[in-house]
């Protein structure tokens, strides 16, 4: 069965007449005939009665036509979603990001969306991950660029991909050199961490109960770019996502194991609002696989210590 089969028997029935039937459709009434044929052959069902020249329709015929309409006026709501072209998009996209995807990702994103839909607009915050659940549940915000949230109420949760947390020291410190290391043997280690409100920091805590450890958490920093450099001015390490540390940073990363502290990232939703309007499934769309192209290389030497 194929669109124009359907097209054909949905004029058909409006008209009732093969004659009109066919030049509305701009076919010869012997290929309207056909068709239709075709169509009541595969569905092995009559659907019109031909009586002289007038024509009616079956039982079947009216069952099948609310089916056959809802059916070309979806296909036809996609053909014109699809021709939406980029010009013609506008409308204001709300988007909360951490401070981790805000140093590449987010303006990646950003700069995709706007060089699609030059009459767009797009507002990023950087927040908190509990500000932008915060943001989005109030309806501030249309969509969030964070991690999984510990309770999450009121949202939907879309994971993007699972990312490796890393130890973070600086050239000098006597874990620069290795590749790897055990989470127990930052047993009494010098740490500065995300404050204990936060998901991330929670997560965190409880892979160190698992294997034993109780590392000084000598300081607590909200953010991530003041960890870093604290960390670079210090014997003192953190663990951060990999992807916060720039090969410019001058700083090393150890890989860590035995647990691995392991993050999902995702896009966050108010539960029954996912997502309204063509901006927002196009920013969704770009943030989806901006995130598989992202998760799908290699990991980058600088990980590796």
């Known amino acids: 069965?194929?669109?124009?089969?359907?097209?054909?028997?949905?004029t058909l029935a409006e008209c009732l007449n093969f004659t009109r039937a066919a030049e509305r459709v701009h076919v010869t009434q012997s290929t309207l005939s056909h068709q239709i044929r075709q169509l009541e052959d595969e569905l092995d069902k009559q659907?019109?009665?031909?009586?002289?020249?007038?024509?009616?329709l079956t039982d079947a015929g009216e069952l099948f036509?609310?089916?056959?309409?809802?059916?070309?006026?979806?296909?036809?709501?996609?053909?014109?979603?699809?021709?939406?072209?980029?010009?013609?998009?506008?409308?204001?996209?709300?988007?909360?990001?951490t401070h981790t995807f805000n140093l590449g990702f987010i303006p990646e994103c950003v700069a995709t969306f706007l060089t699609r839909h030059p009459?767009?607009?797009?507002?990023?915050?950087?927040?908190?991950?509990?500000?932008?659940?915060?943001?989005?549940?109030?309806?501030?915000?249309?969509?969030?660029?964070?991690?999984?949230?510990?309770?999450?109420?009121?949202?939907?949760?879309?994971?993007?991909?699972?990312e490796e947390m890393v130890l973070v020291v600086s050239e000098r410190h006597p874990l620069a050199n290795r590749k790897r290391i055990r989470l127990v043997e930052?047993?009494?280690?010098?740490?500065?961490?995300?404050?204990?409100?936060?998901?991330?920091?929670?997560?965190?805590?409880?892979?160190?109960?698992?294997?034993?450890?109780?590392?000084?958490?000598?300081?607590e920093m909200n953010t991530i770019a003041p960890m870093l450099g604290l960390v670079g001015r210090t014997m003192v390490a953190s663990i951060v996502a990999a992807n916060a540390v720039t090969s410019r940073s001058g700083l090393k990363v150890v890989l860590l194991e035995s647990p691995?502290?392991?993050?999902?990232?995702?896009?966050?939703?108010?539960?029954?609002?996912?997502?309204?309007?063509?901006?927002?499934?196009?920013?969704?769309?770009?943030?989806?696989?901006?995130?598989?192209?992202?998760?799908?290389?290699?990991?980058?030497?600088l990980a590796a210590g």
């Open 65 to 97: 036509l609310d089916y056959a309409n809802q059916a070309l006026g979806a296909v036809d709501q996609g053909i014109g979603a699809l021709k939406e072209s980029a010009e013609d998009l506008i409308g204001e996209v709300r988007v909360g990001a």
């Open 119 to 162: 009459t767009a607009r797009i507002v990023v915050e950087e927040l908190s991950a509990d500000g932008i659940s915060a943001k989005v549940k109030s309806g501030e915000l249309d969509l969030g660029i964070a991690y999984r949230p510990g309770t999450p109420d009121e949202l939907w949760f879309e994971p993007l991909y699972n």
């Open 260 to 301: 691995t502290p392991i993050r999902t990232p995702g896009i966050l939703w108010r539960r029954g609002s996912k997502p309204q309007g063509a901006q927002m499934r196009s920013f969704s769309s770009i943030v989806r696989k901006l995130a598989l192209s992202r998760s799908l290389k290699p990991q980058a030497p």
């Open 47 to 56: 659907l019109f009665e031909r009586v002289g020249k007038r024509v009616m």
């Open 186 to 219: 930052l047993h009494r280690q010098q740490l500065v961490l995300l404050p204990t409100e936060f998901a991330t920091r929670a997560m965190l805590d409880e892979c160190f109960r698992a294997c034993g450890a109780e590392p000084q958490v000598v300081a």
């Open 1 to 10: 069965m194929e669109l124009r089969h359907l097209r054909y028997f949905v």
